[in-house]
């Protein structure tokens, strides 16, 4: 089961929302992580190393891959996103 690891700048983007926002987000990231195919995953072109977005209502989510774990990057409004 891969874990999730958050980076200092996701914290505080995280914490800047709503706690309603905040609860919706982490349960999809902890879906993500666990294996579930269900939410909105697309790889980001022009990024190294490979990066993925996953799309959370009007957020998104940067996300990267590195040997089982989900580093989550990023949390912003999509008007803000790339």
């Known amino acids: 089961m891969p874990d999730a690891r ?3 700048r996701a ?8 706690t309603s926002d905040q609860r919706t987000i982490v349960a999809e990231i902890a879906a993500y992580a666990n294996g ?3 939410g909105d995953v697309k790889k980001l072109k022009g990024r190294s190393p490979s990066e993925y977005r996953l ?3 009007r957020f998104r989510v940067v996300l990267a891959r590195e040997s089982g774990t989900i580093i989550v990057l990023r949390i912003t409004d999509r008007k803000n996103a790339y």
């Open 6 to 8: 958050y980076e200092r």
């Open 11 to 18: 914290v505080r983007d995280l914490r800047s929302l709503s």
């Open 36 to 38: 579930s195919t269900s």
């Open 55 to 57: 799309r959370v209502g």
